[in-house]
């Protein structure tokens, strides 16, 4: 609580896409169309993905719930997703090819840190990792697997990747 009496809740984002969105799927979607995506460590590692319109409705539901004052939340979609599977139904969603490439982690994590480092040098957008300190007990309104159609769909329409060329729907939610 602040001085003034009113209260804060800190909402933590996961990979936020959605219509419209210029800073993750589009990027991402123009890298795998031009063979510039890859993985670190087989893509295995687990990513956090949430469609704008969940993120939403976590803060709301964080606005309007008086146990939420004073916390911090991650707000992500809640799945159990590695990088190589949201990359691999992104990439079908989009018509690409998927990547092939993997550099191992213990040679990708320092490489990673050392690109966040120059990021940070030239005053670029900041990548940042967060830790959940807390959860809201929310379920997505809408998967990842109904949204990221929609996502790709408004990149095609933009002139991205993948325009004019007919969805995969090769892989299925686990």
């Excluded at 998967?143 to 995969?168: I, K, M, N, T, W």
Aim: charged share 20%.
């Amino acid at each position: 609580m602040f001085a003034s009496g009113l209260e804060a809740t800190a909402i933590r984002p996961g990979n936020v896409f959605g219509p419209r969105d210029h800073t993750f799927i589009d990027k991402y979607a123009q890298a795998l169309d031009q063979g510039k995506g890859g993985y670190i460590g087989g893509g295995r590692s687990w990513t956090c993905p949430a469609y704008v319109e969940n993120l939403a409705d976590a803060i709301a539901l964080a606005c309007f719930e008086p146990a939420a004052a004073g916390e911090a939340f991650l707000a992500t979609d809640g799945l159990d997703i590695d990088w190589r599977t949201f990359t691999e139904k992104l990439a079908d969603e989009l018509g690409v090819e998927r990547p092939r490439l993997s550099v191992p982690f213990w040679l990708g994590y320092p490489l990673a840190a050392v690109m966040e480092g120059a990021y940070k040098v030239v005053g670029a957008a900041e990548v940042a990792t967060l830790d959940a300190l807390s959860c809201l007990q929310r379920r997505p309104r809408l998967s990842l697997f109904d949204r990221q159609g929609a996502a790709c769909a408004q990149v095609r329409a933009e002139g991205g990747p993948g325009r004019g060329a007919p969805p995969h729907r090769a892989l299925v939610p686990r």
